[in-house]
């Protein structure tokens, strides 16, 4: 996968201590822009992406050559209007489009870190975009938007830097990772450790890739982006090219076909360890325990105006977690909206078609915009 | 705009916080931004009319009182108001107490059930009123806790919270409420609106 000509890299030379305790300094951080920044440069949107999103959020991504994982939502005339707003989304570090990461070699040994990169969390991820404002020399971005680990990053950033951004919009997402979520994350993690070409995450030098585990533990996620009622809909108990059970353990069902396919076009495009290091940063990410099992006090120093979406049908980060932040900023008098979006889509909604929620979206940035 | 809205709007002070307690589709609010440079927040239940506050740049969070007002610590607010719904709740006095909480002062308006139609209507069909302002059959209506103007006046003292104000509003009208006039304002007044204090 020759990806680097297509990437913008921002080399980011002030260290970075991270939470390990590790310090790293000139490293990649990748990322892309869409729309132009205004000459007040105060109409920039910094958007956070997902567990397996990167920096190319709408468009064509160059890489995969499919869509960017936002196309619904971003673009021009759309929920974030790239004709009026400038776009930034970096690939986070740990990841695998171009950013700092367990596929990079360590400079000093000359080897691919495998798991030998240090273990990062969300808070290392926002503190290392956070370079890409001096680097446009933003000021204050108009708003900070992200659904899923995206809206994590959102919750960091605005407790990290109160000043920074004007506007904060968290979607579908949690302040704590909770025993479920971080169930499902190892058994990915199991899933692809229990590979064995997997090597202890040494198999780039082994020329190998541990596809099989982190196809398992892409179809095991997908699961839980979806909901019941929208697994039932679209695929029942319908069979897959054939008119009746075959008696073995080939994909009679679509529903089989279906997650054996996302999880063997996942596997071309992302790498097995960074799915490890990027489930561990979300498990890890507590904001309640950050601040001393006061939520509130994670926004106490901004003056951000929130809108906090979730979606009726979201069982990975409930509406009730997503109505914790909410409790939380009215706790302190903060000026937050809150909707949750009606939609069979399960978590997957906030990347999907759901008209509804691309409005709202669209609604409370542009005004946000008009009276800002 | 309601006449309502105009009488709340007038009663509240300029550049406070208030909150609007099932705040519809966000028209008090506006006019509250608008008119008296208030910091407006709203409450309100169905998804659609979050939506439409959303998109008219108002700061609505989708919620229940009886649930979602526990989340407002104490004295948030200079002002809550509670516009034609305290009769649709399970508990009345929980939610006024709650308001009181929550709020410095509260606004409260009621329909009035005491109005001369609404007698006259129940006294000569012997079925449950149906009026402009009372449109539900007693089957689908929100309204389990149905109150007089004189009602509410007397509830205030049961559960013990102050009436700083009382106005009557009769065919676009607005009058005051007092102790001498309450019998006929309570048979001719359409709508009750009160400002109450603990």
């Known amino acids: 996968m020759n990806i680097k000509e297509n990437i913008k890299t921002l080399v980011i030379k002030n260290p970075l201590k991270l939470d390990c305790g590790k310090t790293i300094n000139n490293f990649p951080l990748a990322y892309e822009t869409y729309g132009s920044l205004n000459k007040n440069k105060d109409n920039a949107i910094l958007v956070f992406h997902a567990l397996t999103g990167d920096q190319f959020v709408t468009g064509i991504n160059p890489v995969t050559k499919k869509d960017g994982w936002w196309s619904y939502a971003v673009g021009p005339n759309k929920s974030i209007d790239t004709n009026k707003y400038f776009v930034i989304c970096a690939n986070v570090i740990g990841g695998c489009m171009g950013s700092f990461g367990p596929s990079h070699k360590n400079p000093d040994t000359n080897k691919i870190y495998g798991t030998d990169f240090p273990v990062i969390t969300i808070n290392d991820m926002v503190n290392a975009q956070v370079n890409l404002l001096d680097h446009f020399e933003i000021k204050k971005l108009f708003s900070v938007v992200g659904g899923s680990m995206g809206g994590m990053q959102v919750l960091q950033f605005i407790s990290n830097y109160p000043d920074k951004a004007g506007t904060v919009v968290p979607i579908a997402c949690t302040s704590s990772h909770s025993a479920q979520n971080i169930a499902f994350n190892e058994l990915g993690r199991q899933a692809i450790a229990s590979d064995h070409n997997w090597f202890d995450g040494k198999y780039l030098s082994n020329n190998t890739l541990p596809d099989k585990g982190l196809s398992v533990a892409r179809m095991a996620a997908h699961i839980t982006y979806l909901s019941k009622k ?75 105006k929130f809108f906090v979406i979730s979606f009726t049908s979201d069982w990975l980060y409930p509406t009730q977690e997503n109505k914790d932040i909410v409790i939380a900023l009215n706790a302190i008098g903060a000026d937050v909206g809150f909707v949750e979006i009606k939609s069979d889509k399960g978590h997957d909604s906030f990347l999907l078609d759901v008209p509804d929620f691309l409005n709202t979206l669209k609604n409370f940035l542009d005004k946000s915009y008009s009276e800002r | 705009m309601k006449t309502e809205y105009k009488i709340i709007v007038d009663l509240i002070e300029e550049k406070t916080r208030v909150l609007d307690v099932g705040c519809d589709d966000g028209t008090l609010l506006e006019s509250l931004k608008k008119n008296k440079n208030v910091d407006a927040r709203g409450i309100e239940i169905s998804k659609d009319k979050v939506q439409t506050c959303v998109s008219k740049g108002l700061t609505v969070i989708e919620g229940n009182a009886e649930l979602d007002l526990k989340q407002f610590p104490n004295d948030s607010f200079d002002y809550v108001v509670l516009g034609q719904t305290l009769q649709a709740f399970i508990n009345p006095e929980i939610v006024i107490k709650e308001l009181l909480r929550v709020g410095k002062k509260a606004i409260i308006t009621i329909p009035n059930f005491g109005h001369w139609k609404v007698r006259l209507n129940l006294l000569i069909k012997g079925t449950m009123p149906i009026t402009e302002s009372l449109p539900n059959d007693w089957y689908n209506t929100p309204n389990i806790h149905m109150c007089t103007i004189k009602d509410f006046v007397k509830f205030s003292k049961i559960i013990n919270f102050k009436i700083f104000k009382s106005l009557a509003l009769t065919n676009k009208n607005i009058s005051t409420i007092n102790n001498s006039n309450l019998f006929y304002k309570n048979l001719f007044a359409e709508l009750g609106i009160f400002l109450i204090e603990k």
């Open chain 1, 230 to 304: 929208g697994l039932q809909e679209k695929f029942g108990r319908k069979l897959q090219e054939r008119d009746a059970l075959k008696f073995g353990f080939d994909a009679d069902f679509q529903i089989e076909s279906y997650l054996r396919y996302q999880g063997s076009v996942f596997v071309d495009r992302f790498d097995a360890n960074s799915y490890l290091y990027i489930t561990r940063a979300m498990d890890y990410f507590d904001l309640v325990k950050q601040f001393d099992g006061n939520l509130s006090n994670a926004f106490k120093k901004t003056k951000a």
